[in-house]
């Protein structure tokens, strides 16, 4: 079964900065993967995408220049990161690590994610 785990949430003052990750022994076959998030009473959002068929990255028009998605091998295991500097009460949510196996959609846009991790809550006050 594909498990995608996400660590690296909590809570900082706006400005600030954080880095998600997000581990999966499968990482090597995906085709995409993606950051999303969620707020209360909100619909879920993609923030960052990841091609690592063709490198390429695409964030959503709300966080870019300010977040930086971005794959990284370390003690024999590979991470999609979430670098987010810069950080806004707005940008308050869980967020979750997605997973695209089949690479069937466009790869820039936000749909066609087979898998999906538990989530890490991010909190930034005013």
């Known amino acids: 079964q594909v498990q995608l785990v996400e660590s690296g949430g909590g809570s900082v003052q706006a400005g600030g900065s954080l880095r998600l990750s997000c581990a999966s022994i499968y990482i090597s076959r995906f085709v995409r993967m993606a950051w999303f998030r969620q707020s209360p009473g909100k619909e879920r959002e993609g923030v960052a995408l990841y091609s690592r068929r063709i490198c390429s990255t695409f964030y959503a028009d709300s966080v870019k220049g300010r977040f930086t998605v971005y794959q990284d091998y370390a003690k024999n295991t590979l991470y999609l990161h979430l670098q987010m500097n810069g950080l806004r009460p707005e940008d308050t949510a869980m967020y979750y690590c997605?997973?695209?196996?089949?690479?069937?959609?466009?790869?820039?846009?936000?749909?066609?994610?087979?898998?999906w991790g538990q989530g890490t809550q991010v909190t930034v006050s005013s």
């Open positions: 997605a997973a695209d196996l089949s690479g069937s959609d466009t790869w820039s846009t936000w749909t066609g994610f087979q898998y």
